[in-house]
């Protein structure tokens, strides 16, 4: 799929916030709770792209089995294959995935900068992390971060 770059939708900027912070003065304890209540949308709505996309990409397979057994999927020209009616699901799969793949950019280069003011929305932003760490690439490193992040719920109760 390409790897193409789309503006932030939804994030605010700097001076925007600033300006709505200057008008409407918020207490520290307040400041954090929109400040968490952000971070927790941006991974709810991470994980959410998360398992979309991993639904989609089941689905992605189990249409392309289809048409290599009944199309000759493999055998067609890559016009052929754009033409060909049934793989009109498959192209509206592609479509959706490249729209995920540049949400998770944009989610990715503001996530390190967003608090976590709280347990919940901490354990979520690990949860984030999480997935970004995929065992096949990275099994040690995926290994010792769920075991850490055991120890940590552990620690917690």
Known sequence: MPDSKSPASG???R??????ASASPLTL???RLVSSNQTEKLC???LANEEEARRLVGLWGNLET?????HNWYELSE???R??????EMHAIDARLDVIQNERETFLSRLPAMPAEDRPTLMLKFRTVQ??????EHPEARASFDSALRDLVLLWR
């Open 11 to 13: 994030a605010l900027s």
């Open 15 to 20: 001076r925007v916030v600033i300006g709505v």
């Open 29 to 31: 304890s307040q400041e």
């Open 44 to 46: 709810r709505a991470w």
């Open 66 to 70: 289809y048409l290599a057994t009944h």
């Open 79 to 81: 016009e052929e294959q």
């Open 83 to 88: 033409i060909l009616p049934e793989a009109a």
């Open 131 to 136: 997935t970004l760490l995929l065992p096949e």
